[in-house]
């Protein structure tokens, strides 16, 4: 079945390592979002690609990059995690920004603890 | 600015009641989308239905129900005959026409008691 694919499920990191988050689709969708997810809050966008295109949103931090080497792949790093980074990361795609009619695709979310 | 409005952060009702979950919701948009998605303790986010603006027809899905009405801004859930099972977090949403995203209610917390 098409999906979104993220790993891991969980992942355990320690204060200031650097750590890497992996979201895959096989729905060739062109764009793909990042969210940020705190206990008991709503998700908050921190960024998404449209195709290649790179969208940050004005208030993520600098702490948090993205890569997305290709349609199917796009990662989400976190240079120097603190412990106010320890949320849950959901992807998500859309087929097109532009289009009429569209839908989210969401992945089963990585849960990041730091210790 | 486009925001979204839950104002119920916790309902607990017993089993086999029915309960309507309120949102409301603010854009300047024309065009634009709205969501309902459940999430359960696992975390993931289940769509349950979206909707344009264009289509204010309630729709029924087997023990759920939406009402769209654009006067009053609001797109409430409703889950008839409540089961254990529908106990989880539920999220409204709003994303606008060549938004880049989904904009997110706080969320209601939603329990149902055998």
Request: glycine share 6%; net charge neutral.
């Amino acid at each position: 079945d098409a999906m979104v694919i993220q790993n891991p499920r969980y992942q355990v990191t320690q204060f200031g390592k650097p750590v890497t988050l992996s979201c895959s689709q096989t729905l060739n969708h062109n764009v793909m979002y990042w969210y940020q997810q705190k206990s008991s809050q709503a998700p908050k966008l921190l960024f998404h690609y449209y195709d290649k295109d790179f969208n940050n949103e004005a208030d993520t931090p600098d702490n948090f990059q993205s890569r997305r080497p290709n349609t199917s792949f796009c990662f989400l790093d976190i240079r120097s995690p603190g412990l106010g980074d320890a949320a849950m990361y959901l992807c998500a795609t859309s087929r097109d920004r532009l289009s009429l009619d569209y839908g989210y695709t969401f992945g089963s979310g990585t849960r990041l603890t730091v210790v | 600015a486009q925001k979204v409005t839950q104002a119920q952060t916790e309902i607990s009702v017993v089993e086999k009641e029915d309960v309507t979950l309120d949102c409301v919701y603010e854009t300047r948009d024309t065009t634009y989308y709205l969501f309902w998605y459940k999430q359960p303790p696992s975390g993931e986010l289940v769509f349950l239905i979206r909707r344009n603006s264009f289509d204010e027809q309630n729709e029924i899905s087997g023990r759920y129900s939406w009402n769209f009405q654009k006067s009053t801004s609001s797109f409430n859930f409703t889950i008839t005959a409540s089961q254990v099972v529908d106990s989880a977090v539920y999220f409204c949403a709003l994303s606008g026409k060549g938004a880049q995203k989904l904009v997110f209610g706080q969320g209601t917390r939603l329990t149902i008691n055998p």
